[in-house]
């Protein structure tokens, strides 16, 4: 009886072990390269928003639970060059509110209010491979509906699509992934539910219970063993 209890109990740690292991999820198809928001900038200025990018992720790519902590995008490998445009890039994420059937109203998109994840700032050279660090990240739950990310970028260098810029990989099927943009500060130019929306790698480790949840149910099984090993001596 000790050993099995003993088997039990090792059994509960591997199995706490393999949850904190780390996972990559990567949404899209490789079909053809796109430039925006990243490396190109067709908004006619360098002052003020030059875009606001919106894009969505269907849940189902997703096996469960996620606390992301980096994202990543490729470079096209038929892309002329590998650069961030310099100017501001502000991060949010949150829940979909209409699927992947993005509007061009973007606000209107998400179930709920967007959540702010940080500020980059660009001008350089990428390699073959752009992430973007989060820290402690955020927990993600596909069982809430679609995930959206959204990239305002201000100030951008004015550099329009065609001129020798670079471009990421990105998905035309739309299956899985779709974007909405808005050039400028402005509704205006808005597009919505549009192939074409990068590629994406999402980087992080299964959302798993608080530390305090596991110690309970390791406290539980302790004390059901002592149970059954006073009831065994009887």
């Known amino acids: 009886m000790k050993l099995a209890l003993k088997t039990l109990a090792l059994a509960l740690l591997v199995s706490s072990c393999l949850m904190l292991s780390?996972?990559?999820?990567?949404?899209?198809?490789?079909?053809?390269?796109?430039?925006?928001?990243?490396?190109?900038n067709d908004s006619g200025t360098s002052?003020?928003?030059?875009?606001?990018?919106?894009?969505?992720?269907?849940?189902?790519?997703?096996?469960?639970?996620?606390?992301?902590?980096?994202?990543s995008w490729e470079t096209w490998t038929g892309t002329?060059?590998?650069?961030?445009?310099?100017g501001s890039y502000d991060f949010y994420w949150g829940y979909s509110a209409?699927?992947?059937?993005?509007?061009?109203?973007?606000?209107?998109n998400y179930n709920g209010s967007a959540t702010f994840?940080?500020?980059?700032?660009?001008?350089?050279?990428?390699?073959?491979?752009l992430t973007l660090s989060l820290g402690s990240g955020f927990t993600y739950n596909p069982g809430l509906g679609d995930l959206i990310l959204e990239i305002?970028?201000?100030?951008?260098?004015?550099?329009?699509?065609?001129?020798?810029?670079?471009?990421n990989w990105a998905d035309y099927t739309g299956a899985a992934?779709?974007?909405?943009y808005c050039f400028g500060g402005s509704t205006t130019g808005c597009t919505g539910a549009l192939p074409g929306a990068l590629v994406t790698t999402f980087n992080g480790t299964p959302a798993i219970p608080e530390p305090g949840t596991l110690v309970m149910l390791g406290?539980?099984?302790?004390?059901?063993?002592?149970?059954?090993?006073?009831?065994?001596?009887?």
């Open 22 to 40: 780390a996972t990559t999820v990567t949404v899209g198809n490789y079909d053809s390269g796109n430039c925006y928001p990243f490396m190109c």
């Open 47 to 71: 002052s003020g928003v030059s875009i606001d990018y919106q894009q969505a992720y269907a849940a189902s790519s997703f096996s469960g639970p996620i606390t992301i902590t980096s994202i």
């Open 80 to 86: 002329p060059g590998d650069y961030v445009l310099g």
């Open 98 to 108: 209409v699927g992947l059937a993005l509007g061009s109203s973007m606000a209107s």
């Open 117 to 129: 994840l940080g500020t980059g700032i660009g001008g350089f050279n990428t390699g073959s491979t």
């Open 152 to 167: 305002v970028v201000s100030n951008q260098d004015n550099v329009p699509n065609g001129t020798g810029n670079g471009y």
């Open 177 to 180: 992934t779709v974007r909405s």
């Open 219 to 234: 406290s539980g099984v302790l004390g059901l063993a002592g149970l059954l090993r006073r009831k065994i001596n009887l």
